[in-house]
């Protein structure tokens, strides 16, 4: 598992030879900070899903709240190392249950990778890497819920096809 500060090199877009890197285009994986509200963290998700701006107050407060959950709550980013810009972020949360002997399943929700980076590699090294957090807090599985376009993507991440999703919005 890579450490989560250290600078990782993307993977090489379409078109691209099998594990060229593509140069110029490193990224850092790591995990959230406060400092991200500046950094276009909002306007990335807003890239999932609509949602009007966030005061720098209000994420302060969410932030706080998220770290008070220690490691069941992971929000990871990844940076352009040569701008400072926000590229991909993706969060897991740890669900503690009843069933299988108080076991542990992993949520993977909020995964985005912005627009302008897309085809490099960023989502499934932020989704790797946010797998490898589930199992190393003992989760016996990792969830999700996407759309039928990405399911290609997360089946290259190992996940599997199960059940059906539904939903009650408010």
């Known amino acids: 598992m890579e450490h989560p500060h250290a ?13 060229t890197e ?9 995990p959230l900070d406060l400092v991200d509200h500046s950094k276009g963290f909002c306007e990335l998700l807003a890239q999932l899903s609509p949602s009007p701006p966030l005061s720098e107050e209000a ?21 352009e190392a040569a701008t400072g810009r926000l590229a991909a972020a993706g969060a897991l949360m740890v ?8 076991g542990l399943v992993g949520h ?22 946010l797998v490898e ?10 969830i999700l819920n996407c759309t039928t376009e990405l399911k290609g993507f997360y089946a290259k991440c190992g996940f599997e096809e199960k059940n059906v999703q539904m939903g009650l919005y408010f």
């Open 133 to 142: 957090h589930a199992r190393g807090r003992g989760c016996y599985k990792v």
């Open 59 to 79: 994420f302060r407060a969410r932030f706080a709240e998220l770290a008070a959950l220690g490691a069941d709550h992971l929000v990871l980013v990844a940076e």
């Open 95 to 102: 669900e503690r249950k009843f069933i299988r002997r108080c």
């Open 22 to 30: 593509v140069a110029g285009d490193a990224y850092i994986i790591r």
């Open 108 to 129: 993977l929700e909020d995964v985005v990778v912005d627009a302008a980076a897309r085809g490099r590699g960023l989502g499934e090294r932020l989704v790797r890497r």
């Open 7 to 19: 600078p990782v090199a993307a993977e090489a877009g379409a078109g691209a030879g099998a594990g």
